[in-house]
């Protein structure tokens, strides 16, 4: 129910909200909060990014557990709600702002500041809102992770 109610959150998209440990840091100079705030996302995941439906259902077939167990099957039903809710989706991500549409149009815009990363694989976008969207780079595609009782990648390829 909780991956239900956050996918009402992001245009649809549960997408995995983690908080990163408080930072030791200190709040002016070289590897501050000022500092992380003028910093740009990853040149990797700037762009417009559209939701690829087969891909990701090949990702979270290979994935699954044997069938028969409830909690794969609860799980295997909130996903497909999930890949229908994600189909025509785009993610479009600026300097500046993430900007996520659903196929119908509806959606959201955040501005964001970037949190720093140990893998360059991985960007970390904390929203003006507070949460924080983690994208992972695999190949030529990005994904995100659903939150709540599944936690199931979802794959975006650049657009063409």
């Given at each position: 129910m909780k991956t239900v109610l956050l996918l009402c959150s992001m245009f649809?998209?549960?997408?995995n909200a983690e908080q990163p440990p408080?930072?030791?840091?200190?709040?002016s100079g070289p590897g501050s909060a000022a500092e992380a705030t003028a910093a740009k996302a990853a040149p990797w995941l700037l762009g417009i990014w559209v939701f690829d439906e087969e891909y990701t259902r090949t990702k979270q077939k290979a994935?699954?557990?044997?069938?028969?167990?409830?909690?794969?099957?609860s799980a295997t039903t909130v996903a497909a709600q999930l890949l229908e809710k994600l189909k025509g989706?785009?993610?479009?991500?600026?300097?500046?702002?993430?900007n996520m549409t659903r196929a119908d149009g509806t959606g959201k815009v955040d501005a964001y500041t970037v949190m720093p990363s140990a893998d360059a694989n991985i960007a970390q976008l904390?929203?003006?809102?507070?949460?924080?969207?983690?994208?992972?780079?695999?190949?030529d595609r990005i994904w995100?992770?659903?939150?709540?009782?599944?936690?199931?990648?979802?794959?975006?390829?650049?657009?063409?």
């Open positions: 649809g998209l549960a997408v408080a930072s030791t840091e200190p709040s994935a699954r557990p044997d069938e028969g167990i409830p909690e794969a099957a989706a785009k993610v479009t991500v600026t300097d500046s702002e993430i904390k929203q003006e809102n507070g949460e924080v969207v983690v994208f992972h780079r695999e190949g995100m992770t659903s939150t709540g009782s599944v936690n199931e990648p979802f794959y975006f390829k650049k657009a063409k």
